[in-house]
């Protein structure tokens, strides 16, 4: 069979209407029709498909397939955030701080979702009193977000207090020593671009060091200094601390809480009076203040803390196992601590410490602690080899002690066990 090129059959198509055209003119004009049509419909699909053009260029002048995964990765990566579902894990590890969590969540839905090319996803700034939690907010914060510790970009800012103290996160000049490395600022964007920039307690860090963060935030981008290459910033949570003015904040905490953005500007203002500067204050995205902890929620937290400290040691707190009586005088001491439970947690651990180690040292699995007049002690409650099977239940153990001092229970395996602290 002859293969005809498309201009020989045009030829021929040419030929076979002037032939029918002749024999049947009739006929003739219902070919020219036909072909008119035909012609028309293609012109009509070939405007029809210039949006597909578009990507035969992309066929012929890139690797069209390998640019379509990284573009459905990027979309994957603006991603949604099941806000309620972040607000409930932060609730369930930060006491007290319920109006900040739900503040902070619902924005950040709203800013994921509304990801913008060339801007930092959020740039918050958290301040408050000390020991409040803003720290562990942030931390927390990244690990639900991104779910890895290295998608955490810590900084204790108070290391930056000398005007030039940020070459080191942001890279050195050439020909100064330490040029031949990145930043760690820099580095850790480059490498983990999606992440929680955490920059603890910003005030204490210099105001030039301040200044440099404002190309971060403004224009999504930091630049090394040792090679002039640009880092994105665009992926990035930028969490600022501070503690300054935590008196004032207080008051306005009780006055506006409820009206975030009234909130918001007003804790604004205030960080301009403790001499933040109005560029840096004007490129942050949102603000939200701590509330000091008051009443049972510094107990809720200072339990939680004996909790991580006895498990620093490897033991296990049986449920019910912090005496009250601890808890109940830690909060006689609140004026003395103020609110941080920083201090307070520290002042417990040394009052344990001792008692948890000899416990551990017995080869304690579980303890309770008890108070005892003036001191702490840790009692064992079971040992790694089992051999506490029969242990009395804390509750029981308690009623028999109403009358006497503690004892130890005469099971086989707890001789031995209380550790007292004097
Ligand atoms: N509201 C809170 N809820 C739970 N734990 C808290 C809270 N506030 C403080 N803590 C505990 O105390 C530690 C110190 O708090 P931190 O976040 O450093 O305070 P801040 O940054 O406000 O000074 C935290 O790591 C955490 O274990
Ligand atoms: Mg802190």
Same mark, same amino acid.
Request: overall charge neutral; aromatic content about 10%; some cysteine.
């Given at each position: ?183 760690? +600022?820099?580095? !850790?964007?480059? =490498? ?6 955490? $920059?603890? *307690?910003? #005030? @204490? ?111 296990? +707190?049986?449920? !019910?196992?912090? =005496? ?6 830690? $909060?006689? *001491?609140? #004026? @003395? ?86």
């Amino acid at each position: 069979m002859i293969m005809a090129s498309p201009w020989s059959f045009r030829f021929f198509l040419i030929f076979l209407f002037l032939f029918v055209g002749k024999a049947l003119p009739q006929l003739g004009w219902i070919m020219i029709g036909i072909a008119a049509t035909i012609v028309f419909i293609k012109a009509a699909y070939k405007m029809e498909r210039l949006p597909g053009r578009i990507m035969d260029i992309l066929d012929r002048l890139t690797n069209k397939s390998a640019l379509e995964k990284k573009y459905s990765d990027q979309q994957r990566e603006t991603k949604q955030i099941d806000h309620k579902q972040l607000a409930d894990y932060l609730k369930s590890k930060l006491i007290g701080q319920d109006s900040v969590i739900d503040s902070v969540t619902q924005q950040l839905r709203r800013r994921f979702a509304a990801k913008r090319p060339g801007k930092p996803i959020a740039v918050f700034c958290l301040a408050g009193p000390p020991g409040v939690g803003k720290t562990y907010f942030a931390k927390l914060l990244a690990k639900k977000l991104y779910g890895e510790k290295d998608n955490l970009l810590f900084y204790d800012m108070s290391l930056y207090s000398q005007p030039h103290a940020a070459s080191s996160m942001f890279g050195q000049a050439k020909g100064y020593v330490g040029s031949n490395t990145y930043g760690s +600022l820099t580095a !850790g964007l480059r =490498d983990f671009p999606n992440s929680v920039v955490l $920059l603890d *307690e910003f #005030e @204490k860090a210099h105001p030039e060091v301040h200044k440099r963060f404002l190309t971060a935030w403004n224009d999504g981008f930091i630049t090394e200094v040792s090679d002039g290459s640009h880092i994105p910033t665009d992926g990035a949570v930028s969490i600022l601390t501070t503690n300054a003015a935590s008196k004032s904040l207080d008051s306005l905490t009780r006055r506006y809480e409820g009206d975030q953005r009234k909130f918001s500007d007003m804790i604004k203002n205030v960080l301009k009076e403790a001499d933040f500067a109005p560029e840096v204050l004007s490129r942050i995205d949102d603000y939200f203040a701590f509330k000091p902890l008051k009443g049972l929620d510094i107990a809720r937290v200072v339990a939680l803390e004996i909790e991580s400290i006895v498990h620093q040691y490897d033991l296990k +707190l049986i449920e !019910g196992g912090i =005496d009250s009586q601890i808890l109940a005088d830690v $909060l006689k *001491e609140e #004026e @003395k601590y103020g609110s941080g439970v920083r201090e307070m947690a520290r002042a417990i651990e040394n009052k344990i410490a001792d008692s948890v180690i000899e416990a551990k040292n017995s080869n304690a699995k579980e303890i309770s602690l008890r108070f005892d007049g003036d001191s702490i002690i840790a009692f064992i409650e079971s040992y790694h080899n089992g051999a506490n099977t029969d242990a009395p239940h804390l509750n029981d153990r308690l009623q028999s002690q109403a009358n006497s001092s503690i004892k130890k229970p005469d099971s086989a395996g707890i001789s031995g066990a209380k550790a007292k602290l004097s």
